[in-house]
């Protein structure tokens, strides 16, 4: 089916190890998103790209990295995992042209940082 | 800054009740606002889209409105079952991203 896939769907981490989160579409969206999802807080953006080659900090952006160098990928990065990074990671995507159009989500990573 | 606040955090009804949830939002200058679903440990299931310039859009037993000037939302499920118990999210879209309110954690009970 068509949609946003997540790889990989679960992770356990150790402090200050690194990894990449990756995240594909195939329904040819401009806009994608990662997300975090704590206990309390709702979803809260941590990066976004509007087309191939952009990208945008969101509010909580610190010690993430992202990449968006094909427009189907888009590529979550922890160069040295906190266990405050502990969280639910979302991966989103929308059309550019239809701001009409909802969102289509992922069916999220869990990450656990020990 | 936009924010979305949703009221109540927390609600459990008997099967059968027709019940309303709330989200408020600060800035009404949103281009959409968009209800979801979340079940536990799963991802988001979106309900219902309504555009700016719409009042409210219905789906099955599920019709949210918009009050735009008043920086409101609600959603209205109709005779509730308990397989609708989950957290539903809204969120509202600016031009560039969405921002989501805290959810209302819903449980139906036989």
């Known amino acids: 089916n068509a949609g946003v896939t997540q790889t990989p769907k679960f992770r356990v981490l150790k402090t200050g190890q690194s990894m990449t989160l990756l995240c594909a579409q195939d329904?040819?969206?401009?806009?994608m998103y990662w997300y975090r999802q704590d206990p309390g807080m709702g979803l809260r953006l941590i990066h976004y790209s509007v087309g191939e080659g952009t990208t945008a900090k969101g509010e909580v952006p610190d010690g993430y990295n992202v990449s968006r160098l094909k427009k189907q990928n888009f590529l979550l990065g922890l160069e040295s995992a906190a266990p405050s990074q502990t969280s639910v990671y979302f991966c989103?995507?929308?059309?550019?042209?239809?701001?009409?159009?909802?969102?289509?989500f992922g069916s999220g990573t869990r990450l656990t940082v020990v | 800054k936009q924010e979305v606040t949703q009221i109540p955090a927390a609600l459990s009804v008997p099967e059968g009740e027709n019940l309303v949830l709330n989200c408020s939002f600060t800035d009404s200058a949103i281009y959409n606002l968009q209800w979801f679903r979340q079940d536990p440990g799963k991802g988001l299931t979106s309900l219902l889209l309504?555009?700016?310039?719409?009042r409210e859009q219905t789906s099955g037993r599920l019709n949210a409105s918009l009050d735009k000037s008043s920086g409101r939302s609600t959603l209205y499920i109709a005779a509730s079952q308990p397989g609708d118990s989950a957290t539903y999210l809204c969120?509202?879209?600016?031009?560039?991203?969405?921002?989501f309110g805290t959810g209302t954690r819903l449980q139906v009970f036989p």
């Open positions: 329904m040819n969206h401009e806009y």
């Open positions: 309504i555009q700016s310039s719409q």
């Open positions: 989103a995507s929308s059309p550019l042209a239809r701001l009409d159009y909802g969102y289509t």
């Open positions: 969120a509202v879209r600016d031009p560039d991203k969405l921002i």
